[in-house]
Nanobody, 119 residues
Framework: QVQLQESGPGLVKPSQTLSLTCTVS??????????WSWIRQPPGKGLEWMGN???????YYSPSLKSRTSISRDTSKNQFTLHLSSVTPEDTAVYYC???????????WGQGTQVTVSS
């Protein structure tokens, strides 16, 4: 059974770039039929899908975040990484890495990591 774990800083300053890494075990990020996704939840708000990467390495991003978001990967470590540039306090949220399947099924989640952007 696949497991995902987020890692990265809990505090970043406005205008900096946030980088969070997801380490996957029990499954390969190069296996077909899965998408490796990032979802966040700001305090008091709903979940926001940010973007994903498929098994080839192609990416797709939410239109509202596309200009500031990129996802990379290290297949030798079975990891994929979120990069969010020019952060503001509105980017404060709990960030999750998620395994997504066709049809929008977000079946496997990391525990989530709190990220605070100072003001």
């Amino acid at each position: 059974q696949v497991q995902l774990q987020e890692s990265g800083p809990g505090l970043v300053k406005p205008s900096q770039t946030l980088s969070l890494t997801c380490t996957v075990s029990g499954g390969s990020i190069t296996t077909n039929n899965y998408y490796w996704s990032w979802i966040r939840q700001p305090p008091g708000k709903g979940l926001e899908w940010m973007g994903n990467m498929n098994y080839i390495g192609n990416t797709y991003y939410s239109p509202s975040l596309k200009s500031r978001t990129s996802i990379s990967r290290d297949t030798s470590k079975n990891q994929f990484t979120l990069h969010l540039s020019s952060v503001t306090p509105e980017d404060t949220a709990v960030y999750y890495c998620v395994r997504e399947v066709r049809g929008g099924d977000f079946a496997s989640w990391g525990q989530g990591t709190q990220v605070t952007v100072s003001s």
